[in-house]
């Protein structure tokens, strides 16, 4: 019902900055709640941030500070802007659109941090 498309990742030295986006389908974007997640091997999903459709934002303690979640309503985009990037940022990054109990998933970008 809700398709979400990553774009942005890649190879990125140690301090560098990586703007990653989500574009979403549907004309009901601005009622949803849009989240960054992010895997590394081995490890299980987490969450990083989190927008409301209010615009509140929340960040997992291990990138507040440096990452920023934002979103464009009237292009049905959501961005997650990350700057100071460390090796253990390296993961596959997820976009969730999530409202009540639908929630939707894109197919995930992966970022690495290396130098």
């Known amino acids: 019902q809700v398709q979400l498309v990553e774009s942005g990742g890649g190879l990125v030295q140690p301090g560098g900055s990586l703007r990653l986006s989500c574009a979403a389908s549907?004309?009901?974007?601005?009622?949803?709640?849009m989240g960054w997640y992010r895997q590394a091997p081995g490890k299980q999903r987490e969450l990083v941030a989190t927008?409301?459709?209010?615009?509140?934002?929340y960040y997992a303690d291990s990138v507040r500070g440096r990452f920023t979640i934002s979103r464009d309503n009237g292009k049905n985009t959501v961005y997650l802007q990350m700057n100071s990037l460390k090796p253990e940022d390296t993961a596959v990054y997820y976009c969730?659109?999530?409202?009540?109990?639908?929630?939707?998933w894109g197919q995930g970008t992966q970022v690495t941090v290396s130098s």
């Open positions: 969730k659109a999530f409202r009540g109990a639908m929630e939707y």
């Open positions: 549907g004309s009901i974007f601005s009622l949803y709640a």
């Open positions: 927008i409301t459709s209010g615009g509140t934002t």
